[in-house]
């Protein structure tokens, strides 16, 4: 029987939205570990339109040296049937959130990602391979000063959880990057070298956590694989 195709599956873990929940470091769904991360990546206006354009962009992925594969759209931001939920300040579901009837772009015209996306992160592992790490969008955080997105893992990611990129904007101009995520392995084998799995994702939210305090100007157009054609991986 053929794979069903990424674009196709249903994500690995049942709390979606829990990246939200403001009690997430102290009560995590049940069997995952919780992570938060924060810093301050540079300040004014510029660095945060910078900032916003990139992480909606999957800049922080590529900028951190993985290959980002936005998954094609055969029904634009149905593709996958998804039905994103709305989240109250304190991280509660409230319903269902509408998902847009046109997608939305930057300046320089890449699209920005969108409830239901689906992508396939190819993450080098010691430089001699690639580990393939299928995700889907679940929520898109839009406000004033807050804007960023969580994706949920998908079959075929060596985890089950979710994980929040987030850039604030302070009063005094400050911009910052918080990074929040709950996640087990998500089979026995990866359960077998569940520290060294810990050790790899500590290592990838640092290295998040530095992708967008670089100079400003890197071309978000370059951080992802333009859409194929085939939906399987």
């Not at 046109?102 to 992160?121: C, H, N, R, S």
């Not at 299928?134 to 893992?153: Q, S």
Request: net charge negative; aromatic share 10%; with cysteine.
């Amino acid at each position: 029987m053929a794979r069903t195709p990424v674009a196709q599956r249903s994500v690995t873990y049942g709390s979606v939205g829990g990246t939200q929940a403001v009690d997430l470091m102290q009560y995590p769904p049940k069997g995952h570990r919780p992570a938060e991360y924060r810093a301050r990546i540079g300040h004014g206006e510029a660095r945060w339109q910078y900032a916003c354009d990139q992480v909606l962009t999957w800049g922080i992925q590529h900028n951190s040296g993985m290959r980002v594969e936005r998954m094609p759209s055969a029904d634009g931001f149905a593709e996958s049937g998804y039905q994103p939920v709305q989240f109250d300040d304190e991280g509660q579901p409230i319903g269902a959130a509408e998902l847009g009837s046109e997608p939305q772009y930057t300046a320089d015209g890449v699209q920005l990602t969108f409830p239901g996306e689906t992508i396939v992160l190819h993450v080098p592992v010691l430089g001699l391979f690639r580990v393939t790490a299928p995700a889907r969008v679940v929520l898109i955080v839009d406000e004033p000063d807050r804007r960023g997105f969580a994706y949920g893992t998908l079959p075929g990611h060596p985890e089950s959880g979710e994980e929040l990129f987030v850039v604030e904007r302070t009063e005094d101009g400050s911009v910052w990057l918080s990074i929040r995520a709950f996640s087990r392995p998500a089979n026995l084998g990866w359960r077998l070298v569940a520290p060294a799995l810990r050790v790899f994702q500590e290592t990838w939210s640092r290295r998040y956590l530095r992708a967008l305090a670089g100079p400003i100007g890197v071309d978000s157009e370059s951080a992802v694989e333009a859409p194929r054609d085939a939906q399987d991986d």
